[in-house]
């Protein structure tokens, strides 16, 4: 008999815990179906975007990696034509796109560490679109770099792995002698890349 009460007892009990786990897997904000994957360009406005894919022609001649290869270097120029101009300022445009404000997103990247903890953990980074952006190259516009704070740290193996990053976008200025991000992103979870 106590056997049977047992039986139908825990059964009961476990049909019941089961349920409460639906029910709270659904109320999860965090779910994965939450969060919208999204393209880098997606954060940048239009006609920024329109003018970094139409940069000027004298960039051609430029040798990559010499001294006219970089963003000060460029800015220090008297621009006349206005192509120019217009892809001066998206290289450093912290324009945004408002809508993106408190949205959860799902977005590939590569991390830049800025702080680490004692266990060597990246605890404050910069995610951006490309590996070696703001270490062996000008960074990216402050619009395609997210700024992260993540106290758990994460332990970062080799700089050119890339990541899987989720979490609530935030229009936030932060500054860094690495690079300037217009976003900030509130991590919930993050993973090494894989399609």
Known sequence: ???????????????FIAALLVLISLLNPTQAADYEEI?????????????????????????????AD????????????EQAQRY??????TRVIEAFDGKAIRIPGFIVPLEQNDEQK??????VPYFGACLHMPPPPPNQILYVEYK????????????WFEGTVKIDN???ALGSSAYSLVLDSFALYEE
């Open 1 to 15: 008999m106590f056997v049977k009460f047992f039986a139908a007892h825990f059964s009961v009990k476990s049909g």
């Open 39 to 67: 393209d880098w360009v997606a954060l940048m406005p239009e006609d920024d975007l329109s003018a970094l894919l139409n940069r000027p022609e004298f960039l051609n001649d430029i040798a990559d990696g010499s001294a």
């Open 70 to 81: 970089s963003v000060d270097d460029f800015a220090s120029k008297q621009l006349e034509d």
């Open 88 to 93: 001066q300022q998206a290289l450093v445009s």
């Open 122 to 127: 990246a605890t404050a980074f910069f995610v």
């Open 152 to 163: 758990e740290g994460i332990a970062v193996e080799n700089l050119y792995d890339p990541y």
């Open 174 to 176: 932060h500054e860094s």
